[in-house]
């Protein structure tokens, strides 16, 4: 079929056109002069008015992006975007801190070396002594200089603001996301100086190689894109300038409108008016998005050389170097381990280009265009930043504070240093448990929470063991039994109830009735029982089931259930195997559960975001407990005084060794999984191992979630040791008792297992022990000879049954006092008697 072709003359809208030149012609020679001259002067004046006009707008409307460029560099460039940010990383004189690391931390917080600028968080240059930053002149409240001095250990001497010393000072807070949609990597700033030449000549032959000489825009760039789109594609950019890219990424909305073209257009020239342009092109290099490996979206060339050839930014071959330059304009087209083709064809694009500018050599381009490209194993570029954490806290965030991290700045409460040994000390104890269970199907998971008590702040946060692998979040989202780590909650009930410490219950095999005809017969964990009478302190100690069991039912089942419900744990059903931990919970619900223990009894929220829209404070403790007593304060201490002895003497004991210094109460657990649940005076961790299919573990939580809490702990306290303590803070109306261990009794100087235990005075032991014997009543004044006495079965039960307040008036004169504690005005505790 023949397809008629017309000329362009012969088109309706040309010959349109045509008519109209022919009668604007005929029209200004049929005029006279004088009509002509008039006509041309208005016109004139309309032009000018119109050029008058449209230079004040345009001059307005460059004031105006001039002002949000200036509010961005007054607010911190890297720090004003929207987005999700860490806690301020707080350096605090007295911490142990390598020069090596504290340099890290500064080039993560978004400060650069030996260079005063605006555009970065501040600057930082070594000294003989230790540190010295500079803050950038965004933060006006802040010290302009801040020296930082180590001793020989590591160890931070000095801290010095502005000449004057200080307790702390809080860096800039870490980026942890730009897009809800996906993780950031663990980054680093990198400054102009520190960006190899060859890349820098990568970057600019192939997206603007005329990019030190113009102004923000190029006029030549673009009308060669336009010539490109008409034609055949080759070597060439894009039309927009490098600093249009940066303004692109950092400051509006990907949509492709002509206002967004042109607010970009005028933003970049307000930049470039205001930044230097190595500043801006290393800007470029640091927000540049990059592609994304697994769940880690990579921002920045330096990440992407970890990321991709697991090496520094300085280390990267010419071929790499031109790997990274030409993902720029794709990064999901051209990324190197998803179409290594494609990310070929680009790389050589790339080489073709440099040569071209006369970069390299058009021989070697030749020859690296041979070379395949090869990426880094993904084991070795596991680089996501708390990516669990991020996904809980998209998720809240909407919900919470009506906020969303695309349109507004949200601070976290995660810690960096400590999410970075939660997830080592993790690592390291499923890496010992792969070898237990190399000949399993399934590899055994984790989750770990630790928060801080007082303010319910979650510190770290990792939901298992590889995010790529799942995103199943196990610290917030998987239930499963807490078994024995639930019993602390069946003692406080009964503490509540007015059940002593020191009363006894048998520890051997019974048959439990409920519900009138029902029978339950629970058995302690391996089947052993001690066959005699055992007191309550033991059997949370010892976490003795058939005791616990017993104290549930003489407690009610229903007050437990509720009491369990109160500190934010899910309601139980009245049975009487709830006191053994069968009620589903998740790691987080259990942290903020045992925090009322350190926290004088009061509950406490789980809290993720400290604040939206303006940066936090460095102590983060707002948040309001005062309507939240679930406990007394002196149930909430002498569950905290057994717990500690689970530790000393029970079944944790394992991080009594490893911990020293530090005042610990915690509770293992054992269900078809293994738990752990301890805290110091200002720190919460849980930490929980098992199987996603509900398999037995076949371990205890001594054994299988203790070796990761104190690993964690132990590294915790060192780095950051305000999050320790020597002492658990004790409330008013608690005194010190040392009772015979074996029966409860205040013990006397024969008993063989004394132990000094926390308690009411109501609660506490008002006879001695009789089952020791006991030593004379009174010794020989002068010569120290004990004095004749018959002591007959009769005496002792007398002495066994006579009152507190008696006993202490007759022994005031003995010297065989009783042993007592005292406490001096500064809480200082002293086990004395009459003898010593």
């Not at 890290?104 to 600028?117: D, I």
């Not at 002149?137 to 004057?164: C, F, T, W, Y």
């Not at 010569?783 to 018959?790: C, H, K, L, Q, T």
Request: glycine share 8%.
């Amino acid at each position: 079929m023949a397809i008629e072709v017309t000329s362009i003359a012969d088109q309706p809208q040309n010959l349109s056109l045509r008519r109209l030149a022919r009668s604007l012609h005929s029209f200004f020679q049929d005029e006279p002069l004088s009509n002509r001259r008039l006509l041309w002067r208005s016109l004139c004046g309309i032009f000018a008015i119109a050029l008058i006009a449209g230079g004040d707008a345009f001059l307005r409307s460059y004031k105006y992006y001039s002002r949000l460029i200036d509010a961005r560099l007054e607010s911190g460039y890297l720090t004003s975007r929207p987005g999700l940010y860490a806690a301020p990383r707080v350096i605090q004189a007295g911490q142990r801190l390598s020069r090596a690391d504290l340099i890290r931390a500064l080039r993560r917080a978004g400060y650069v070396e030996s260079q005063r600028s605006n555009v970065w968080n501040g600057s930082f240059r070594e000294t003989d002594l230790g540190m010295e930053i500079r803050p950038s002149r965004a933060n006006q409240s802040g010290p302009s200089v801040v020296r930082i001095n180590s001793d020989a250990h590591n160890k931070i001497s000095e801290l010095m603001a502005d000449g004057i010393a200080v307790d702390s000072f809080a860096l800039e807070p870490e980026v942890l996301s730009n897009d809800p949609l996906s993780k950031a990597g663990k980054r680093a700033t990198v400054q102009y100086s520190e960006i190899p030449p060859i890349l820098v000549h990568a970057i600019l032959s192939i997206e603007d190689h005329r990019f030190f000489q113009h102004s923000g825009l190029d006029l030549f760039g673009i009308a060669r894109a336009l010539m490109r789109n008409a034609g055949d594609e080759r070597v060439g950019q894009g039309g927009s300038t490098i600093t249009q890219q940066l303004v692109k990424n950092t400051y509006l909305s990907p949509a492709r409108t002509f206002q967004r073209k042109y607010a970009e257009a005028m933003l970049s020239i307000a930049l470039e008016q205001r930044l230097s342009k190595e500043d801006i092109f290393a800007l470029y290099c640091n927000e540049v998005y990059l592609g994304q490996r697994g769940a880690v979206a990579v921002r920045g060339v330096e990440e992407a050389a970890r990321t991709y050839f697991g090496k520094e930014l300085k280390d990267l071959s010419l071929a790499e170097t031109a790997t990274v330059a030409g993902m720029i304009q794709g990064p999901n087209r051209y990324s190197p381990t998803q179409h290594a083709e494609a990310a070929q064809a680009r790389r050589n694009l790339v080489l073709e280009a440099m040569a071209r500018d006369g970069w390299i050599g058009a021989e070697q381009a030749a020859a690296i265009s041979l070379e395949p490209v090869v990426v880094t194993t993904s084991s070795n570029s596991d680089n996501s930043l708390a990516p669990y954490f991020v996904d809980y806290v998209n998720r809240n965030s909407d919900s919470q504070f009506d906020a969303s991290p695309a349109s507004q700045r949200i601070y976290t409460t995660i810690d960096l240093d400590l999410q970075q040994l939660a997830e080592a000390a993790l690592k390291r104890q499923l890496d010992r448990l792969d070898t237990l269970y190399k000949n399993r199907d399934a590899k055994p998971q984790a989750a770990l929470v630790a928060l801080d008590p007082k303010t319910g702040n979650v510190r770290a946060m990792v939901g298992g063991r590889d995010y790529a692998g799942s995103q199943l979040n196990r610290a917030t989202d998987a239930r499963r039994q807490p078994g024995s780590t639930f019993k602390p909650f069946v003692y406080a009930a009964a503490l509540e109830d007015g059940m002593s410490p020191v009363q006894t219950f048998a520890d051997a095999p019974r048959a439990f009735i409920y519900d009138r005809d029902r029978v339950y017969r629970p058995a302690n964990y391996g089947g052993g029982y001690s066959m005699s009478d055992v007191t309550m302190r033991t059997g949370l100690v010892k976490s003795l089931n058939v005791v616990t069991v017993d104290i549930a039912l003489q407690t009610g089942l229903a007050r437990i259930a509720h009491l369990a419900e109160k500190f934010g744990l899910p309601r139980p059903e009245r049975y009487p195997s709830l006191a053994l931990g069968t009620k589903e919970v998740t790691p987080l619900e259990l942290a903020a559960a045992y925090a009322a223990f350190v926290n004088g009894g009061h509950r406490v929220e789980p809290k993720v975001i400290s604040s939206v829209g303006e940066p936090p404070g460095v102590h983060l403790d707002n948040h309001d407990n005062a309507d939240s007593e679930v406990i007394s304060p002196t149930t909430a201490y002498m569950i905290t005084n057994m717990l500690t002895a689970v530790v000393d003497r029970g079944t944790a004991r394992a991080a009594r060794e490893t911990v020293k210094g530090t005042a610990i109460a915690g509770k293992t657990g054992t269900s078809r999984d293994g738990w752990f649940v301890g805290y110091t005076p200002n720190l919460v961790c849980v930490v929980w191992i098992g199987f996603d299919d509900n398999q037995q573990l076949g371990l205890t939580g001594a054994s299988a979630a203790l070796p990761a809490w104190t690993d964690f702990v132990k590294a915790a306290v060192d780095l950051k040791p305000e999050l320790g303590g020597r002492n658990f803070e004790c409330p008013e109306g608690i005194k010190f008792v040392e009772i015979d261990a074996d029966n409860g009794s205040l013990s006397t100087l024969s008993c063989p297992h004394r132990e000094l235990i926390a308690v009411t005075e109501r609660l506490a032991p008002n006879v001695e022990c009789f089952l020791h014997g006991n030593l004379p009543d009174s010794i020989g004044a002068g010569n120290g000879e004990v004095a004749d006495r018959e002591v007959t079965s009769e005496s002792v039960l007398a002495q066994h049954y006579r009152s507190p307040n008696r006993a202490s008036q007759e022994n005031s004169s003995s010297p065989m006092a009783a042993t007592r504690v005292d406490v001096d005005a500064r809480g200082k505790r002293t086990l004395v008697n009459d003898l010593r």
